[in-house]
């Protein structure tokens, strides 16, 4: 069951020479996909950094890929898990090509890890955005 699903459609300028949609992509889609969450529930990432002062830098991105994404094929990237540890985030994505049918184009990990804005060292998940994220579909380590 996926606890967020983005949907968009992969664009010409995202192929490569080979005609398929360029591996670095997939990372973007997902991180489409995270801010989307965030936009649709908490008023966005912003609201978060802003609010608390933080950043949230990726510190791990992988990505696996299954089946290629062609231009103006319709896509949907799943949240498929996100786990929090005292200061980071771990969301799992899988990425499923709509236009043919429905084969599992990628399965892609992003650790973001939520540090003082101002010094930049790690700090502990507020309390508020746990909260948010366990209400939302996320678990602890």
């Not at 991180?31 to 510190?59: K, Q």
């Not at 969301?91 to 930049?120: A, P, Q, W």
Request: hydrophobic share 40%; with cysteine.
């Amino acid at each position: 069951m996926a606890i967020h699903i983005y949907r968009s459609i992969a664009y010409w300028s995202e192929s490569d020479a080979a005609g398929i949609v360029h591996f670095t992509n997939f990372f973007r889609y997902c991180e489409r996909a995270e801010e989307d969450f965030w936009l649709s529930r908490y008023g966005g990432l912003d609201e978060a950094r802003n609010r608390f002062n933080i950043l949230f830098p990726r510190v791990r991105a992988e990505c696996n890929f299954h089946y290629p994404i062609y231009p103006y094929d319709r896509f949907r990237v799943e949240i498929t898990e996100v786990l929090i540890g005292n200061s980071s985030i771990t969301y799992k994505f899988s990425i499923y090509n709509e236009s043919r049918d429905d084969k599992l184009s990628g399965e892609c990990i992003l650790t973001v890890v939520c540090v003082d804005r101002l010094s930049m060292k790690s700090i502990s998940i507020p309390m508020e955005i746990r909260d948010f994220l366990i209400s939302n579909g996320a678990r602890e380590r």
